[in-house]
């Protein structure tokens, strides 16, 4: 089975722009979350979608947004970026389970 | 807050012995807690996990041990191999919001021949 999929894998972006990430989870898995990982706060929980519908969600303001699409393929919009959301963002995807597996992430860097 | 703890930053071990890496949980909501490696430019890989119901659990060179009283997980790596070499995170969640997982700060692991 193919793993988790994470595109684009880098990208720099300019401050007030917004940026949309994208993740393909591994076949027949049906929940994808997203992290955000950065050298002082660590791995964060931003949320999760479950069969199209938000499940679950960390303390993030709104300008981080998600969606998932009827194949389970989800995407994640930051909007009006700032410095601070430079980060690793990682997605990953499980079933019933709650082992979860993630892909490579995303760099987003923010100038 | 910061509800899962992982105290050392860093651990090096000779080929060949065990490596012990601690992690400690303030969430008494927390019943199910995973082990994750994690290369440079890579995502975290999944290692082992153990419900709240168990105490023990081992899968090859890998076991994770929990106290719940002592709110307090580790996870042994007997031998330890070089490849091993690698930042180790602890996670938890509460499965009542399942998929929510709180990760400490991690460890890393270096390995030395």
């Not at chain 1, 947004?65 to 994640?76: A, D, I, L, P, Y």
């Not at chain 2, 007997?78 to 509460?94: L, T």
């Amino acid at each position: 089975k193919a793993g988790v999929t994470q595109t684009p894998r880098y990208l720099i972006k300019t401050r007030g722009q917004q940026v949309t990430l994208s993740c393909s989870p591994i076949s027949g898995h049906r929940s994808v979350s997203w992290y955000q990982q950065t050298p002082g706060q660590g791995l964060q929980f931003l949320f999760e979608y479950f069969s199209e519908t938000q499940r679950n969600k960390g303390n993030f303001p709104g300008r981080f947004s998600g969606r998932q699409f009827s194949n389970s393929r989800s995407e994640m919009n930051v909007s009006t970026l700032e410095l601070g959301d430079s980060a690793l963002y990682l997605c990953a995807s499980g079933t019933n389970s709650y082992e979860q597996y993630f892909g490579p992430g995303t760099r987003l860097t923010v100038t | 807050d910061q509800q899962v703890k992982q105290n050392s930053p860093s651990l090096s071990v000779q080929e060949g012995r065990i490596s012990i890496l601690n992690c400690d949980y303030t969430n008494s909501m927390f019943d199910y807690f995973l082990w994750y490696k994690k290369y440079p430019a890579e995502g975290p890989t999944f290692l082992i996990s153990i419900s709240s119901i168990k105490d023990k659990n081992e899968d090859g060179r890998f076991t994770v041990f929990l106290n719940k009283s002592a709110k307090h997980l580790s996870l042994h790596i007997v031998p330890s191999q070089p490849g091993d070499s690698a930042v180790y995170f602890c996670a938890a969640m509460n499965t009542g919001t399942a998929s929510k997982l709180t990760f400490g700060t991690g460890t890393r692991l270096q390995v030395t021949l």
